[in-house]
């Protein structure tokens, strides 16, 4: 094993593989929305409620998930996480029925919600103490990559064998889960070691400071608004205004979300150097002008629009999670429960209430509202303080 102020490499590559495949199943919804659509025939509004649906179950429960794990470390909670959302998009190609496809996809955010405050709780005790903005990306860009192979999952199973051939999607989430609970000892001593060397340095945590958290939580509200509105209507707006089938419709997303994944990597490592703040300010700056952008480019543009969008926008989701985490040094848990979930589940509502905003309007009045979303977050970001103490946990939940 590596030194407590070391990264430990293969428990991060531990974590990022788990935190890829719950976020497979969140990847997989926007995936289904126009298979859904012309197949079940579901309107904007329904297959949108379906997104609301997954990130509020996911979402809702991560803080008090992490209150629990701030608590008492349950590590069971990773494996059992990526089983269960696997199970419950498996369950969505077994159904026919509305109301069932929302307990399924119900069911699969229950497993995600699961995972994340404890994956992301761990990965901040296997970082090591120098580079803990790099090991936070390495984490993340394990969702990313998630996200971004939902599309290309769902896509194929569902063009070769029918909505009924989601139900494969059950067999690498079950084999992923076995292989991780493995590996579930060697991180829990790794994170005993770490909160043991910094007892025996004498180190002391920070106080938590509630009122930068509030904005940095803000910030990550309205960023993943952004993001899941994105992720809803970039493949339907592909379809219906330029034209293009759903294979490229939902091509155009996973380019979002690959660029996102390289946006993350970029951006953990730029942010070990320069600090967290100016690179979360400048990422919201530029997405703005470049969603705009989008309404008015040919297909071929779009694509490396999407990339641009993809790097900038993805790629402050990883610091806003570390910022958060040294806002409140004693309450990692609940810190990573917010910026994880609490803010996933805003960006979920908002994508549904577009929905009910495209039935009644336009795509390309959603696309503009969607274009305005990161402003906010953008001005709030310019008050967020620095935070350049490095608040280590110094013991064991009981």
Not at 29 to 53: D, K, M, Q
Not at 55 to 74: A, E, K, V, Y
Not at 77 to 106: D, E, Y
Request: aromatic share 8%; charged share 10%; with cysteine.
């Amino acid at each position: 094993m590596s030194t407590v102020d070391d990264m430990d490499r293969r428990s991060i590559g531990v974590l990022a593989s788990g935190h890829a495949l719950v976020d497979v199943c969140q990847g997989a919804i926007p995936a289904l929305l126009p298979f859904l659509i012309a197949r079940r025939g579901y309107s904007y509004s329904e297959a949108t409620a379906l997104i609301l649906v997954m990130t509020f179950s996911s979402s809702l429960l991560q803080p008090l998930f992490g209150l629990i794990t701030d608590r008492r470390s349950i590590s069971w909670l990773l494996p059992g996480g990526i089983l269960v959302g696997g199970l419950g998009i498996a369950a969505v190609g077994a159904v026919s029925s509305f109301p069932l496809t929302l307990v399924a996809v119900a069911v699969s955010g229950l497993g995600v919600g699961a995972y994340h405050p404890e994956g992301a709780r761990n990965a901040n005790y296997v970082a090591g103490t120098k580079r803990r903005a790099t090991a936070m990306s390495l984490y993340a860009v394990g969702g990313n990559a998630g996200f971004a192979l939902g599309p290309v999952v769902v896509t194929a199973l569902v063009l070769s064998l029918g909505l009924g051939g989601l139900v494969w999607f059950a067999l690498p989430m079950t084999a992923g889960a076995l292989l991780l609970a493995r590996e579930l000892p060697r991180i829990d001593a790794l994170r005993l070691q770490t909160i043991a060397a910094a007892a025996d340095r004498g180190d002391k945590r920070g106080r938590d400071r509630w009122l930068p958290f509030s904005g940095i939580a803000a910030v990550a509200g309205f960023r993943s608004a952004t993001y899941f509105a994105l992720q809803a209507f970039v493949p339907v707006f592909l379809i219906t205004e330029m034209g293009t089938t759903e294979g490229v419709g939902n091509a155009a997303l996973t380019v979002l979300l690959v660029a996102g994944a390289i946006g993350t990597l970029v951006g953990g490592r730029v942010a070990d150097r320069v600090g967290i703040r100016p690179v979360l300010t400048v990422s919201l700056g530029v997405v703005v002008p470049l969603i705009l952008a989008l309404l008015e480019v040919t297909e071929a543009v779009a694509f490396p629009l999407l990339a641009a969008i993809g790097f900038f926008l993805v790629g402050t989701f990883s610091i806003s999670v570390v910022l958060g985490q040294e806002y409140l040094p004693n309450r990692i848990g609940v810190a990573s429960g917010v910026t994880l979930g609490a803010a996933i589940g805003f960006g979920g509502l908002v994508a549904w209430l577009l929905g009910l905003l495209a039935d009644q309007s336009s795509l390309t009045t959603v696309m503009i509202v969607i274009a305005v979303l990161p402003l906010p977050g953008f001005l709030i970001s310019l008050a967020l303080p620095d935070d350049n103490e490095s608040a280590q946990p110094i013991e064991e939940p009981a």
